[in-house]
């Protein structure tokens, strides 16, 4: 299969990247979120409206939805667990929400205290909410490969979420790679079984470096006809509800290698690479980043 011209990057550095970090003041993210436009990303993450008390380092959802007004070449979005966070991001502006739906009971009830029919069931409440507001939803399949407290994940639980969001008028679908377990041919393999309950719906791809096969995977994945991957900037982020899951894949190491295999995703590896700079250095700690530590391979370019 021939690899698409182009692959559209959401930046998710903002949400998934740092939820697992110390919250950093308002001025910070917004010092981020300029070098992330900078970058040429058309897509961004920007938060969740969740609950405070679980996820600390976003309970500025609403005030940093307010200052994203002034970039207008950017959509952004941002995660919901349930019809009272559609509520509020809606009521922030917000034009594309993400609700999560784990494919998994244990993971289910650990991120949203419900298990996953549960989760599945309030998805047409949630596009209601989101339809009603002038934004669209997507559906965001956890665990879609292994869960760390039930194990493998069996592909008709993440088919029955699909076909549920389907029938109650998701506009995007996406598939998540949790704890970063997956391998290229276990992507290829659900793909191939998504793809014919999704029609023309847009299917995006989520995976996590945890245990090096993120890019592998991610590679797979648009060889297998997905023009849609979601990474953090320097390789910042990972579940707060699924032990073991860190490093998403990171932006820049994404772009590095798309653009060697002549797929466009319109986004300025530098400015990528200075934007992982800065993350880390705004988080106090090193990030996994590999072009972050290793730089460009056009030496003195």
Not at 76 to 91: D, E, I, K, Q, Y
Not at 126 to 132: E, K, S
Not at 136 to 165: K, N
Not at 223 to 248: E, I, K, Q, Y
Request: aromatic content about 4%; overall charge negative; some cysteine.
């Amino acid at each position: 299969m021939t690899l698409p011209r182009r692959v559209d990057i959401r930046e998710v550095g903002l949400r998934d990247g740092l939820q697992l970090e110390d919250p950093l003041p308002l001025s910070a993210k917004l010092e981020l979120l300029d070098a992330l436009v900078a970058t040429g990303v058309r897509e961004i993450e920007a938060t969740a409206f969740v609950s405070p008390s679980k996820v600390p380092a976003l309970a500025d959802a609403a005030e940093l939805a307010a200052a994203l007004a002034r970039f207008d070449t950017v959509e952004f979005s941002a995660l919901v667990a349930g019809p009272g966070g559609a509520r509020r991001a809606v009521a922030a502006g917000i034009g594309s929400i993400e609700y999560v739906v784990s494919a998994a009971d244990g993971h289910s009830r650990a991120n949203v205290g419900r298990d996953t029919a549960e989760a599945t069931a309030a998805i047409a409440d949630i596009v209601a909410i989101a339809h009603d507001g002038g934004a669209r939803l997507e559906v965001i399949i956890a665990t879609a490969w292994d869960c760390p407290f039930d194990g493998p994940t069996p592909a008709r639980r993440v088919l029955d979420i699909v076909a549920g969001a389907v029938a109650a008028g998701a506009d995007r679908i996406a598939l998540a790679d949790t704890i970063g377990t997956t391998t290229p041919g276990r992507v290829t393999a659900l793909i191939a079984a998504v793809r014919p309950l999704i029609g023309q719906l847009p299917l995006g791809a989520h995976f996590h470096n945890t245990r090096g096969a993120g890019l592998a995977s991610a590679y797979a994945a648009v060889l297998a006809g997905v023009t849609r991957l979601d990474a953090s900037v320097g390789g910042l982020g990972g579940c707060p509800f699924a032990p073991g899951a860190t490093g998403n894949i990171a932006t820049e190491d994404l772009v590095y290698l798309l653009r060697d295999c002549g797929v466009d995703t319109g986004i300025d590896l530098d400015a990528a690479i200075a934007a992982a700079g800065l993350a880390q250095r705004l988080v106090g700690h090193e990030l996994p980043s590999a072009l972050l530590r290793a730089g460009d391979r056009w030496l003195g370019s």
